[in-house]
């Protein structure tokens, strides 16, 4: 059985990877920080709006889709 590589996946298996990754911080950020009270111990958090921890996330994905793309397709 051979392996697939991310950058041989179609699009929307690629955007649906990345788009879940987000949603996972999104539920994180709603059901645990929000709700728990850890937005005041998080500096530049801004409680139930965007702020620079989303930023983060999607640097992090950009860095992810782009890594994943340099491999070459065999």
């Known amino acids: 059985m051979n392996k697939i590589k991310f950058a041989q996946l ?5 955007f649906m990877t990345c788009a879940s990754i ?7 950020a709603e059901f645990i920080i ?3 009270g ?18 983060v996330v999607i640097i992090f994905l950009i860095v992810f889709w782009i890594r994943t793309h340099r491999e070459k397709i065999q």
């Open 10 to 14: 179609p699009f929307i298996v690629k």
């Open 22 to 28: 987000f949603m996972a911080w999104v539920l994180f």
């Open 34 to 36: 929000d709700r728990y």
């Open 38 to 55: 850890w937005h005041e111990f998080l500096p530049f958090y801004r409680f139930q709006n965007i702020c620079p921890y989303e930023g």
